[in-house]
């Protein structure tokens, strides 16, 4: 990928509502198998966090290319 921030899913924490996949506005998240994947990461806004921030209530979603703690 060419991007170097974009949304990463933690599929432990994932439950599978959906509800990134219905808040992105950007067509960052798709669905297979009855899971959410990220299939267009250069699609993702920079350091916009709102799939993770206003939809996803499990801390699912992380992000590639952020500084850990």
Known sequence: MS??????????????CLKCY???PHNVFGVEDKKVIVVNPDNCVDFCKGCA??????EAITFFGDEED
Do not use: R
């Not at 991007?3 to 599978?16: A, L, M, Q, R, S």
């Not at 921030?53 to 499990?58: E, I, R, T």
């Open 3 to 16: 991007k170097d921030w974009y949304p990463v899913i933690n599929y432990e924490k994932c439950t599978g």
């Open 22 to 24: 219905d808040f992105c």
């Open 53 to 58: 921030k206003g939809a996803c209530d499990f």
